[in-house]
């Protein structure tokens, strides 16, 4: 596993302007290259340069899903964002001082809602005050985490660092419509602190909630179809946890569009969450989508580490930011997570690393090290020199 994060650092290339210039077909060479590296743009006041955006994808080049949300991150610095159009393999984005108040995104499909957050929330939490985020989009979408992991997972485990925000499920809306809209408020904060314990025991899962949702004009027993399959399949794997579920119909006007799926959370002995979910497909029964999360879910517990496949690549950025080391148990490093901190150690001046772990299990599992570069919030500290 030692050789996931290669011993040489990235070396930094310039354009003529004094931009950094960043692959965006390395390793992922998607949408999350374009995430991790305008939100640290942002976040330092670090001019990029993107190019080669997605360019092994079937349609390279840029989506309206990612047009968003640098649009976004721009209008939070006041930055200054060239080349942002459909399909363009290169973007520049000169940054200012982020800013406070409030701010809309709107993708105008069922982009995902969750991949805005990803890229805006880790800004606005180093604003001068309190900033609102009001999102449009797809709230429980393919290929993206749901709303309900970002609520249930990510958040409790991004507040150990230090970040304070809520969000509001206003409306929810999936594929192919999505009219789902979701507002983030946070409060500034001066800084984020290091995880040193918090995520290195992986304990034994003791809880599991599920929720299980129908919308539109779904039948609400399909929702009750999902939760039973839930129940049989997390007591053969989890005998002795406790079960809590909810299966439910979304009221009228709380959801945009018909929808079937559900979230699996797992809470261990030590405090790690995992998920599972999946979203019903048509023509397919419902138990299968029960399944499908479960199997999702056996994912991430099985590899012996503290935190799901889809969780290691989003606490990156807040590792790099933090001040302190960092240690986190991880099954083997998913392609999304060697692809944030190649460009975290592009970026700055965090150091990773590898430390090799056996498990109870006799699972090979590793300590993923992080030296944070202490970020500071400007606004915060120069503040309180100036009193």
Same mark, same amino acid.
């Given at each position: 596993?030692s050789?996931m994060?290669p011993?040489e650092?990235p070396?930094?290339?310039f354009d003529?302007d004094?931009?950094?210039v960043i692959?965006?077909s390395?390793l992922?060479?998607g949408?999350?290259?374009?995430?991790?590296?305008a939100?640290?743009?942002c976040?330092l006041?670090?001019?990029?340069?993107v190019?080669?955006?997605r360019?092994?994808r079937?349609?390279?080049g840029l989506?309206?899903?990612?047009?968003?949300?640098?649009?976004?991150?721009?209008r939070l610095?006041?930055?200054?964002?060239q080349?942002?159009?459909?399909?363009?393999c290169?973007?520049t984005?000169?940054?200012g001082?982020?800013?406070?108040?409030?701010f809309?995104a709107?993708?105008?499909?069922?982009?995902?809602?969750?991949?805005l957050?990803q890229v805006a929330?880790?800004c606005?939490?180093?604003?001068c005050?309190?900033?609102?985020?009001t999102?449009?989009?797809g709230?429980n979408c393919?290929?993206a985490?749901q709303i309900?992991?970002?609520?249930?997972?990510?958040k409790p485990?991004?507040e150990?660092f230090?970040?304070?925000f809520?969000i509001n499920?206003?409306?929810r !809306?999936?594929? +192919?419509?999505?009219?789902g809209e979701v /507002?983030v %408020?946070?409060?500034?904060?001066s800084?984020l602190?290091?995880? #040193?314990e918090d995520?290195?025991?992986r304990?034994?899962?003791?809880r599991?909630?599920s929720?299980?949702?129908?919308? !539109?004009n779904l +039948?609400?027993?399909?929702a009750?179809? /999902?939760? %039973?399959t839930?129940?049989?399949?997390?007591?053969?794997?989890? #005998?002795?946890?406790?079960?809590?579920?909810d299966?439910l119909?979304e009221p009228?006007g709380?959801?945009?569009?018909? !929808?079937?799926?559900t979230m699996?959370v797992?809470e261990?002995?030590?405090?790690?969450?995992f998920?599972?979910?999946?979203?019903?497909? #048509?023509?397919t029964?419902?138990?299968?989508?029960?399944?499908?999360?479960?199997g999702d879910l056996?994912d991430?517990?099985s590899t012996?580490?503290?935190?799901?496949q889809?969780l290691?690549?989003q606490?990156?950025l807040?590792?790099?930011?933090?001040?302190?080391?960092s240690r986190?148990l991880?099954?083997?490093l998913?392609l999304?997570?060697?692809?944030a901190?190649?460009?975290?150690?592009l970026?700055?001046?965090?150091e990773?690393?590898?430390?090799?772990v056996?498990s109870?299990?006799g699972k090979?599992?590793?300590?993923l090290?992080?030296e944070g570069?202490g970020?500071?919030n400007?606004?915060?500290n120069?503040a309180?020199?100036s009193?």
């Amino acid at each position: 596993m030692s050789d996931m994060i290669p011993k040489e650092r990235p070396v930094q290339e310039f354009d003529s302007d004094g931009r950094i210039v960043i692959d965006g077909s390395l390793l992922e060479g998607g949408g999350q290259i374009l995430r991790n590296a305008a939100a640290l743009s942002c976040i330092l006041g670090i001019p990029i340069r993107v190019v080669k955006i997605r360019a092994g994808r079937s349609k390279p080049g840029l989506r309206p899903q990612h047009m968003t949300g640098l649009n976004l991150v721009a209008r939070l610095c006041g930055g200054n964002l060239q080349h942002c159009q459909v399909g363009s393999c290169e973007i520049t984005l000169d940054p200012g001082p982020i800013q406070a108040g409030q701010f809309v995104a709107d993708t105008g499909t069922a982009g995902s809602i969750c991949l805005l957050m990803q890229v805006a929330v880790p800004c606005i939490v180093f604003a001068c005050s309190d900033c609102s985020l009001t999102l449009k989009g797809g709230t429980n979408c393919d290929m993206a985490p749901q709303i309900d992991y970002t609520t249930m997972i990510f958040k409790p485990i991004a507040e150990k660092f230090g970040m304070h925000f809520d969000i509001n499920i206003k409306r929810r !809306g999936y594929y +192919p419509k999505g009219g789902g809209e979701v /507002v983030v %408020t946070s409060q500034p904060c001066s800084g984020l602190d290091a995880l #040193p314990e918090d995520l290195t025991t992986r304990g034994e899962v003791v809880r599991v909630y599920s929720r299980s949702f129908v919308a !539109g004009n779904l +039948p609400p027993h399909l929702a009750n179809k /999902v939760s %039973t399959t839930i129940a049989k399949t997390v007591k053969q794997n989890f #005998p002795t946890a406790e079960l809590q579920q909810d299966s439910l119909r979304e009221p009228d006007g709380a959801a945009i569009g018909s !929808g079937l799926g559900t979230m699996i959370v797992a809470e261990t002995s030590t405090g790690c969450l995992f998920g599972g979910s999946a979203l019903g497909k #048509p023509r397919t029964p419902a138990e299968d989508t029960g399944k499908a999360a479960v199997g999702d879910l056996l994912d991430g517990t099985s590899t012996g580490g503290a935190v799901d496949q889809y969780l290691q690549d989003q606490l990156i950025l807040l590792m790099t930011l933090a001040k302190g080391q960092s240690r986190i148990l991880c099954g083997p490093l998913t392609l999304h997570t060697q692809t944030a901190i190649h460009i975290a150690r592009l970026l700055t001046k965090a150091e990773f690393s590898l430390e090799p772990v056996k498990s109870d299990e006799g699972k090979e599992t590793c300590m993923l090290v992080c030296e944070g570069i202490g970020h500071v919030n400007p606004h915060l500290n120069s503040a309180a020199e100036s009193s």
